[in-house]
């Protein structure tokens, strides 16, 4: 099983990013997929997650009105858009894939976790 999260760079405070999660080796429409992040010397934080479906999602109340996570099951693939980003957003950003049927905010409910992708926001 691999998560191949890829996207992120360098972009300027007010602008736009999109994070992509490419799995392979799992079917992604079996799992509930999350995005975490994590910043040097703080524990790794929830920022969304979404169901199989993509029917429903939800939000750490940090992102919430300026990020969107969404799913393409028929290319395997969970998407993370970044608008109106702000400095604190730098981090290094993880997709998570959960094989429960419900939205999960905790790291404890995730199985498999991608390599990660930095982004940093230039004040």
């Known amino acids: 099983v691999q998560l191949q999260a890829s996207g992120g760079g360098l972009v300027q405070a007010g602008g736009s990013l999109r994070l992509s999660c490419a799995a392979s080796?799992?079917?992604?429409?079996?799992?509930?997929m999350g995005w975490f992040r994590q910043t040097p010397g703080k524990a790794r934080e929830f920022v969304a997650s979404?169901?199989?479906?993509?029917?429903?999602?939800n939000y750490a109340d940090s992102v919430k009105g300026r990020f969107t996570i969404s799913r393409d099951n028929a290319k395997n693939t969970v998407y993370l858009q970044m608008n109106s980003v702000k400095f604190e957003d730098t981090a290094v950003y993880y997709c998570?894939?959960?094989?429960?049927?419900?939205?999960?905010?905790?790291?404890?409910?995730?199985?498999?976790w991608g390599q990660g992708t930095q982004v940093t926001v230039s004040s």
């Open positions: 998570a894939a959960d094989a429960g049927a419900f939205l999960a905010s905790q790291e404890l409910a995730y199985d498999y």
């Open positions: 080796g799992l079917t992604l429409s079996r799992y509930t």
């Open positions: 979404i169901t199989r479906s993509g029917a429903r999602s």
